[in-house]
């Protein structure tokens, strides 16, 4: 037969949620058992743990794609997305279904969107949702987030200060995510707003090393990426 | 031995996603088909799918207690609620661990949250993410939501129009919400913005009658409340 007639494989957006490895849902875990390649991003700095939360459930006969993804954000990320697509498109091309592991929900502020842009016009595409760490945050601290005609944001630490505090001061909700370095900052941009002792914080929700304390007593030296802010709506109806 | 000896059971609010029943979590799953007593929420209207979601999970043996929910917005809630929480707390304080079923994410706009204020701190109690159906219409509608600095805000379509128009003017991504009969109101509001054009439209993601369509084509008055709007980013990095 000629090349061109191999039926193509799908590519999956697998979304793995945020760290617990019973929080797959039952069709990634069904997707991820089942297909014969996986592909997943790695960093050296420990921002990526995707492989870690599954590791269980892989097989050894199955290909694993590690995509290496830059250390530092200045350095461009296309080139590694290019190399990273290729290889999948590759098992695709020949036949295979490859899933492509994403931690929380693969549509907010994951690696897999570059993969997504790259392929999605190419192969036959399913994107799986996850369960996002801002929402498990919510989970794990016992608080009630959001009612009836409530506006929530979400927002990475990583904007300046100004855009935090605007945003931050018409929401009724709000979680920051990616805190690392940036804490002093946004910890600093609530107490201006009067937000600081509604504010709630924990680290790598739903990990064996989930942290959970007051606020007050963080250490902004301290505080890993992993580690989300939240400001539960005061809308509080009976 | 004296009843107040009795081993107190827990009360879990468990997520159940969007409508897909492949799409709980491995551990929703396991806690749903666990538990001697399940909760839910139902109303005549349609608005409450959640037993429905799970059906297929749910066993004769297990003790079921339906929550009736006002139809009428305008009709308060709390007596229902402070009736399916005396329900639930019977069941817990006889020893039998009771979970209450909640569409999407139990912290999100949720039912659940009115029986976890008037009994959390009675009763042990876990709260069991779920996959939010405000995540699974982008993975539905392959439309990737947010990257790096981006803000995403989701927002109720029962906000009057100068509210919306005021979040939607600073949000780099958004989710509306609840569409139902406001969809006139929240289209002439993207119009102004000049977002109609990049809004998407989808109604019941995940359901096996969810329907995609292009938003210029929606007949503002059959629109379903389980409808929702999109404006993903416009960043896209390469």
Redesign the interface.
């Known amino acids: 037969m000629p090349e061109d007639s191999t039926p193509k494989g799908s590519l999956y957006?697998l979304?793995i949620?945020?760290g617990?490895?019973?929080?797959?849902?039952?069709?990634a875990?069904?997707i991820l058992t089942s297909v014969p390649v996986i592909a997943y991003p790695t960093m050296e700095n420990g921002k990526v743990l995707a492989r870690a939360i599954v590791a269980d459930f892989i097989r050894p006969e199955q290909i694993e794609i590690p995509m290496p993804l830059p250390f530092s954000v200045e350095r461009s990320s296309?080139p590694y997305?290019d190399l990273g697509a290729e290889k999948i498109a590759e098992h695709l091309a020949a036949g295979r279904d490859v899933a492509v592991l994403c931690e929380g929900?693969?549509?907010?502020?994951g690696s897999f969107?570059?993969i997504?842009?790259r392929l999605?016009d190419r192969f036959h595409?399913e994107?799986?949702?996850?369960?996002?760490s801002t929402?498990?945050s919510?989970?794990?601290l016992?608080?009630?987030?959001?009612?009836?005609?409530?506006?929530?944001?979400?927002?990475?630490a990583?904007?300046d200060a100004d855009?935090l505090r605007?945003?931050l001061a018409?929401?009724d909700a709000a979680i920051i995510i990616k805190l690392g370095r940036h804490f002093a900052k946004v910890k600093s941009v609530l107490e201006e707003l009067g937000l600081f002792d509604r504010a709630l914080y924990i680290e790598r929700a739903t990990l064996p090393n989930q942290t959970i304390k007051p606020i007050a007593s963080v250490e902004p030296d301290q505080v890993p990426y992993w580690a989300i802010v939240m400001i539960p709506s005061e809308t509080?109806?009976?």
Do not use: C, W
Request: proline share 11%; charged share 15%.
């Open positions: 957006g979304g949620g945020p617990d490895p019973e929080l797959l849902t039952i069709k875990h069904r296309q997305y929900d693969p549509m907010l502020y969107m570059y997504f842009n999605a595409t994107v799986i949702p996850g369960i996002s929402f498990a919510a989970a794990m016992g608080a009630p987030l959001t009612y009836r005609n409530d506006v929530l944001s979400i927002m990475p990583t904007l855009t605007d945003r018409v929401a509080k109806p009976s």
